[in-house]
């Protein structure tokens, strides 16, 4: 039984507080990409954009729009853009505001050309 | 610093006395709900058009495992009774008189928290059919991203909600720095979690 539970008993607290650290097995939910902005370009974030099913991403300029109200963490993404992308393990990610939901990424890598 | 921030709006506000950003500014805000609400928080779930997984994904939280009754949290059958309403689905229009009534229902203060990529406009635009943003119907609170959202990640919008928990999503740049402020999987300590 868990631990919270005699705890509880034995205090007699009747609520508890939220878990300081989350179960391993978190780690493997579909989570929303983080990009390495060295190694991302104007091209390869383009391919991202066309292959993202939601519109979670646009590209402004040298700037890459990510938006996480939108993503599905489908991850294709992370399959077309190979190591300028990898998931970020950020599934806690409840927001006050809709804007604070969108992330700009600097797009550094070369102007032309992949990797 | 303690002593400056007497404030009687809750135990947490009083680390952080000067409300400077936005964001503060909204856990300000939360916060007051989170003094009414205390420990005791009814939360009413409504349906507009969802595929049910985020339902299937709510319905979790009361299983052992995530145990949302052991944070003073429960879900109840009326919105008369129901402090804090969860949306799903991306507001289809034939709701619209039911989502009315619902929030209408409601009694003061009340939360809504938006659950899932459909109502913060991430899979169907606008059209005849759906608002496609739950924000053009009712006002919204709190945003919980995720298709579906995971049951910790709605645990922890249900308590960034009623101001128990800061946010964390504004920390993370999403480009490969983001490491730095927070290694992944990691939960950063709250307040007054």
């Known amino acids: 039984m868990a631990l919270w539970f005699w705890r509880g008993l034995r205090k007699g607290v009747v ?18 990409p983080v990009f390495d902005p060295k190694r991302l370009t104007v091209a390869i974030a ?16 040298t700037l890459l729009l990510l938006d996480l109200g939108a993503c599905s963490a489908c991850g294709r993404c992370l399959a077309v853009a190979g190591p ?24 550094g890598g070369p102007a032309e050309g992949g990797i | ?21 936005e964001e503060d500014e909204a856990f300000a805000r939360l916060g007051e709900a989170r003094a009414v609400f205390g420990r005791s928080l009814h939360v009413r779930t409504i349906d507009t058009g969802s595929c049910a997984v985020c339902e299937s994904e709510i319905r979790l ?24 309403l969860m949306v799903t689905g991306p507001a289809v229009r034939a709701m619209d008189v039911a989502l009315g009534k619902t ?18 406009g991430g899979i169907y635009p606008e059209d005849e059919l759906v608002h496609g943003r739950l924000e053009k119907v009712i006002p919204v609170d709190v945003f919980v991203p995720g298709c579906p959202p995971s049951p910790l990640a709605l645990l922890q919008g249900l308590l960034v909600a009623v101001g128990r928990l800061r ?8 480009s490969e720095d983001f490491g730095v402020l927070d290694p992944p999987g990691r939960i950063r300590k709250g307040p007054d979690r």
């Open chain 1, 15 to 32: 609520t508890t507080r939220y878990p300081a650290v989350t179960d391993p097995w978190a780690r493997g939910l579909p989570t929303p």
């Open chain 1, 46 to 61: 383009d391919q991202a954009v066309a292959a993202c099913p939601s519109q979670a991403l646009a590209r402004e300029g």
């Open chain 1, 84 to 107: 300028a992308a990898r998931p970020s393990g950020l599934f806690e990610l409840a927001a006050t505001s809709r804007g604070h939901l969108v992330k700009s990424i600097q797009i």
């Open chain 2, 1 to 21: 610093m303690r002593k400056s921030g007497s404030s009687s709006i809750g135990a947490g506000l009083r680390r952080r006395p000067s409300v400077t950003t």
């Open chain 2, 61 to 84: 939280l009361l299983a052992p495992h995530y145990d949302l009754h052991r944070l003073g949290l429960f879900f109840t059958p009326a919105p008369r009774h129901a402090d804090l």
């Open chain 2, 103 to 120: 929030y209408a229902a409601m009694p003061e203060p009340k939360v809504v928290i938006a659950v899932g990529a459909c109502p913060l």
């Open chain 2, 167 to 174: 946010e964390k999503v504004t920390g993370f740049s999403f």
